[in-house]
């Protein structure tokens, strides 16, 4: 009778447009990564994780304080394991194999995350590790996409502890509730606090406490609930219109906002999670439009494997397509194998492992069979049982002996040279920059340009300021070879909002007063206001070029290219040199991570900056 009521009440509590939920998040993730246009914000879609698993989990912690008394952290912490490792172990296996044997840097770029994934520190590990802008250059590692996890996790050990803590003061739901909202507030000031859009936002996006605010929305939702009912604070009418409205925006949110907008850090994120809990609120309400939309067939399959789809898609993303936008049959390809494989470790690892399966077979094992019809059982037990262990040994010394023996590559192998390369580029700028009175300047240039007459001497007294990142600085010997009196301002991982300091530095503070600019940032973030800003230092009267950006591995590179192809058409003296057109089809330009220039590069990188340059001056001769 016991066991019926357990099951019963299971069954009241489970919410199947939470299933529909969870499948929206995950679809719109993957279709994020597969850089779909209708999913431009769809990294909000682990942003509902977030809320979801916070609900679901504290939901279960509650129920249990509630009826115990305590929690019981050793089988909290044993269901968590068996919920989320086996499934990892799996798909870190399968890419250690694979790319061992056909993509050497994802495999090294594996191999170096793989201990972070499993001991769930792997955010931590993305913030703090300085690992070399060129080992992070081109195709990301495959595990990159595990951060999410690894705050999950996170979650699992510490909230639980405070739960436990609360519960010995008197009315501890509403000191939780309390503690709980005041937590998730900090956390969304932290994220607002320490988010600089002139600087990397990993930081802010990875951090633990920065994402915490995520799972305490879902957290706090159940101290406002009762039994999966919700309180009659409003009537269900409301809630089902609010629910809808919420959905509505969560959806709109995830097509619409940019990825990387500094909205996102600024209270974005902080709103999606409250539309999600909202949705969540409404479904609780019993039935409704929503609730029925959200619990169908599809979605429910959808949802049931859901983690599997998010740990699979992208590694198969990675693999096949690199993380570059492809074409509409290989986004097939890689969603139907993402199903294939997920549906797989639903019904072979997941669900059997979650659901007891290795206590199970122990049990039958260990015990005395009194009957033939015991005996067999047992005995088909231990093969089944001999099976699993050696596949699962051989997978495990498999990827030992890769990770140990395998030959690993680099994304760039001159990575020292290039670091060697940008601190001499910053000496020569800063010695060209104490003789900024030597030069020519824009005075000069005016009383002595109809004194020039071809185009190497016109370049060779051109002063000029190139502010770019490590793609301008393998360029920056051939740029002086051609323009000897300008200045190649260059640092590796320069972010492209810093661009407007490294100006007003030179205007303001170094006394630069030359020719023009040359902005070459825009691979590392979005330009935002940049060129304004940039326009405004140097005046009106001084040309501003502009270089668009070939870095296929980044979402931001169609956006910064639309900016700067609107800026030099509406802007006066604002010229384009389009490097993004000049590269199409010329995979030689560039090694092997698609982005920095090889010699071939090199040549028509500023090749296209001489002609630019030159159609400007020459018309002034």
């Given amino acids: 009778m016991k066991t019926y009521e357990k099951k019963y009440k299971r069954q009241k509590q489970y919410v199947t447009g939470i299933d529909g939920l969870r499948a929206i998040a995950v679809l719109m993730v993957f279709a994020y990564h597969l850089r779909l246009p209708f999913a431009r914000g769809g990294l909000l879609g682990v942003t509902v994780f977030f809320v979801i698993s916070g609900f679901l989990i504290t939901r279960i912690l509650v129920s249990e304080l509630e009826s115990t008394g305590t929690i019981d952290m050793k089988k909290f912490w044993i269901r968590r394991i068996r919920r989320l490792l086996p499934a990892v172990l799996a798909m870190e296996a399968v890419l250690i194999f694979v790319s061992a044997v056909f993509n050497r840097v994802l495999f090294t770029k594996a191999c170096e ?41 996170q979650f699992y050990m510490i909230y639980p502890l ?41 930081r802010v996006y990875y ?57 996102l850090y600024r209270g974005g994120q902080g709103i999606a999670s409250a539309c999600t809990v909202l949705v969540i609120f409404s479904l609780l309400n019993g039935d409704s439009i929503l609730n029925r939309l959200l619990s169908i067939r ?65 049990a039958v094992i260990r015990k005395r069979p009194g009957t033939r ?48 390369k940008a601190e001499k580029a910053q000496k020569i700028a800063n010695q060209k920059a104490m003789r900024l009175n030597e030069t020519i300047g824009q005075d000069a240039w005016q009383d002595s340009r109809k004194k020039l007459q071809s185009n190497e001497e016109i370049l060779s007294n051109l002063n000029l300021l190139l502010i770019g990142d490590s793609i301008a600085l393998g360029a920056i010997d051939q740029f002086y070879a051609e323009f000897p009196a300008s200045i190649s301002d260059t640092a590796v991982s320069r972010q492209t909002t810093a661009g407007v300091g490294v100006c007003n530095s030179y205007v303001s503070e170094k006394g630069w007063n030359g020719d023009g600019v040359i902005f070459a940032l825009g691979a590392n973030g979005l330009l935002h206001d940049s060129l304004e800003k940039m326009k405004g230092l140097i005046g009106e009267d001084k040309p501003l070029f502009v270089i668009t950006v070939r870095a296929p591995y980044v979402n931001w590179e169609g956006t910064n290219n639309q900016k700067i192809y609107e800026f030099t058409e509406d802007v006066d003296n604002a010229y384009l040199i389009d490097w993004y057109t000049i590269s199409e089809g010329h995979g030689e330009f560039f090694v092997e991570d698609g982005t920095h220039l090889s010699s071939e590069g090199i040549r028509a990188y500023v090749e296209g900056i001489k ?11």
């Avoid at 060129?134 to 999410?148: D, I, K, Q, R, Y």
């Avoid at 599809?298 to 990675?318: C, N, Q």
């Avoid at 059982?377 to 990770?403: D, E, N």
Wanted: net charge positive; charged share 20%; proline share 3%.
């Fill in 113 to 153: 995350d793989l201990l972070s994934v499993i001991f769930c520190y792997n955010n931590w590990r993305q913030i703090f590790n300085q690992i070399s802008y060129f080992e992070n250059a081109g195709v990301p590692s495959p595990l990159t996409h595990c951060w999410s996890l690894a705050i999950e996790t």
């Fill in 162 to 202: 405070l739960l436990i803590f609360i519960k010995k003061y008197k009315n501890w739901k509403k000191a939780a509730s309390r503690v709980t909202a005041l937590l998730a507030v900090v956390s969304m000031g932290v994220m607002w606090i320490l988010f600089d859009p002139s600087k990397d936002p990993s």
């Fill in 207 to 263: 951090g633990t406490d920065t994402r915490f605010f995520s799972l305490l929305f879902g957290a706090f939702l159940v101290f406002k609930t009762t039994g999966g009912r919700v309180r009659k604070v409003i009537s269900p009418v409301t809630s089902r219109v609010i629910g809808g409205v919420a959905f509505a925006g969560l959806i709109c949110m995830m097509a619409r906002v940019d990825g990387y907008s500094s909205f």
């Fill in 298 to 362: 599809f979605l429910k399959w959808i949802g049931d494997r859901s983690y599997g789809i998010y740990l699979w898609h992208y590694p198969v993303i990675i693999l096949l397509s690199k993380g570059q936008q492809t074409s509409w049959w290989v986004n097939i390809v890689e969603f139907l194998l993402v199903i294939i494989i997920s549906d797989l470790s639903y019904r072979y690892i997941e669900t059997p492992i979650r659901s007891g399966a290795i206590g199970r077979s122990i």
């Fill in 373 to 420: 019809r015991e005996r067999n059982r047992q005995l088909k037990t231990i093969r089944r049982s001999i099976r699993a262990g050696a596949l699962t040994l051989a997978a495990a010394l498999g990827v030992l002996l890769c990770v140990a023996f395998v030959p690993r590559e680099n994304t760039l192998s001159n990575a020292g040279d290039m670091e060697k």
């Fill in 611 to 621: 002609e630019a340059v030159l159609k400007v001056y020459s018309e002034q001769i």
